[in-house]
C-alpha cells in the first residue's frame, strides 16, 4: 500500500506563472489536507477535502488559491499568478475517516520555489 | 485561537541518553494531541496520537503523555540512538474544525 504520494517533489516557477500540485492519498482515503510550511514557521492548514467537496478552506487565502479532488484522479492545489511569497513546502495528509479520529498520513511535500 | 509551543527549539544529547520534549497548547478544548517526526527533505511520520480521554500513550522507546487540564504534553524518547535525530513536531485537533493546529518542533540531534 503505497503512501500519500505527491508530485512534482519540487516546483520552480517565474512570478505571475501558475503553479499546480498533486496529491493522491492513500489506497482507501477519501479524506484530503493541505498544509503549508513557510521558511522559518510551523505547518499551517490550509484546507480540508473529501472527495468532490471542499468541507474546510478556512486557511486558504482569500485570492490566487484554490483546491480540488475531484471522484476520480488526485487532489489538486492551484496557486495562480504566484509571487515570492508563496515559496514554500505543501503537504498533502489524508486519512480514512472524519479528522481526528485516526492519525494523518503526510506526503513528502512539495517544495515551491518562486524566482 | 489555539497556540502550540514547543520546548526546547534545538536540542543535542549523546547517544544512550533518555530525554524529554515538551508541547504547550492554550486552549484546553482539544480532541487529541500528536506527535510527529520530520526528516530532511521528508514528509511527517506520526508517532503517537492521544486522544483527549487518554493520558499517555506508547509506542516503543517512546512514550508520549497528556495533561488537558493544564494543556501540556510531554515525549519521553528512551535510550536515545542517532537514528531518532530529526524534527519533532506537535500538533492539537481541537474539539470542533478540523485543522490540526502545529507548533514549530524541536530539533533533536544524537550524537554517537
Known amino acids: 500500500n503505497a503512501g500519500v504520494m505527491q508530485n512534482p517533489r519540487h516546483l520552480v516557477r517565474r512570478r505571475g506563472q501558475e503553479a499546480r500540485l498533486r496529491c493522491s492519498p492513500m489506497k482507501g482515503h477519501s479524506h484530503v489536507y493541505w498544509y503549508r510550511q513557510l521558511p522559518e514557521e510551523g505547518l499551517k492548514f490550509m484546507v480540508y477535502?473529501?472527495?468532490?467537496?471542499?468541507?474546510?478552506e478556512s486557511g486558504m487565502p482569500k485570492e490566487r488559491f484554490s483546491a480540488e479532488f475531484p471522484k476520480e484522479g488526485p487532489s489538486i492545489l492551484r496557486i495562480q499568478q504566484v509571487v515570492r511569497g508563496d515559496s514554500a513546502a505543501y503537504f498533502c495528509?489524508?486519512?480514512?475517516?472524519?479528522?481526528?479520529?485516526?492519525?494523518?498520513?503526510f506526503g513528502s511535500g512539495t517544495q515551491l520555489s518562486v524566482l | 485561537k489555539q497556540e502550540v509551543t514547543q520546548i526546547p527549539a534545538a536540542l543535542s544529547v549523546p547517544e544512550g541518553e533518555n530525554l524529554v520534549l515538551n508541547c504547550s497548547f492554550t486552549d484546553s478544548a482539544i480532541y487529541n494531541l500528536q506527535w510527529f517526526r520530520q526528516d530532511p527533505g521528508k514528509g511527517l511520520t506520526s508517532l503517537l496520537l492521544i486522544q483527549s480521554s487518554q493520558r499517555e500513550q506508547t509506542s516503543g522507546r517512546l512514550n508520549a503523555s497528556l495533561d488537558k487540564s493544564s494543556g501540556r504534553s510531554t515525549l519521553y524518547i528512551a535510550a536515545s540512538q542517532p537514528g531518532d535525530s530529526a524534527t519533532y513536531l506537535c500538533?492539537?485537533?481541537?474539539?470542533?474544525?478540523?485543522?490540526?493546529?502545529f507548533g514549530e518542533g524541536t530539533q533533536l540531534t544524537v550524537n554517537p
Open positions: 500538533a492539537v485537533k481541537e474539539t470542533s474544525g478540523s485543522r490540526l493546529t
Open positions: 477535502l473529501q472527495k468532490e467537496n471542499i468541507i474546510d
Open positions: 495528509a489524508s486519512s480514512p475517516r472524519p479528522p481526528g479520529i485516526e492519525k494523518l498520513f
